[in-house]
């Protein structure tokens, strides 16, 4: 499935079932609201998004998970949810001046979990929750390039648990961090 819209007030979701699932949306303009969900073996699902007001989110269950979101705009929320075996990948790019932005990731399961989340110069008043528990190695890269940001990283399970986070803000930052591993 592919999607592209560039119109006010516009809703998609795409559902897709087993084997070689890819969908692709793009809105490029006001109020826009899209959802990807995918079952069942090699779920890729890509969101791109530069107008206001976005909700993003993708679900992914079953065998091997890739996620991407690509956010240019202010006052959205970003989901993903990955749960199954097999990998789990999910990759969030918040460019930069895109304000009161939050994104939640959950990846849960067997098999690796990765996670990169980037938030890029002077996006400010973002949020973001990622948990990665169940069985595999968990893995998280996070950049932030901005000035206020609250961060919470958990990451549970039998297996290797690691993180790389730069926070880099020059003046008058309000920064939360939280980080747990068990």
Known sequence: ???????????????????DNTAWIDQD?????????QDGNNNYAEQ??????????????GNSKYAKILSFSD?????INQYGTGAHNTYIYNYGNADNNSATVTQYGSGNKDAD??????ADNSTVNLTQYGVGAHSANMKFYTDDYTVDVTQSGSTNQAYTAVFNCTADCTK????TQQ
């Open 1 to 19: 499935y592919t999607v592209w819209s560039n119109n006010i007030g516009n809703r998609y979701t795409i559902s897709t079932d087993g084997n």
């Open 29 to 37: 303009e006001d109020d826009n609201v899209s959802t990807i969900t």
């Open 48 to 61: 791109l998004g530069s107008g206001d007001d976005n909700v993003y989110s993708i679900t992914q269950t």
């Open 75 to 79: 006052d959205s929320d970003y989901t």
């Open 117 to 122: 989340i980037f938030f890029y110069a002077d």
């Open 176 to 179: 939360t961090l939280t980080i």
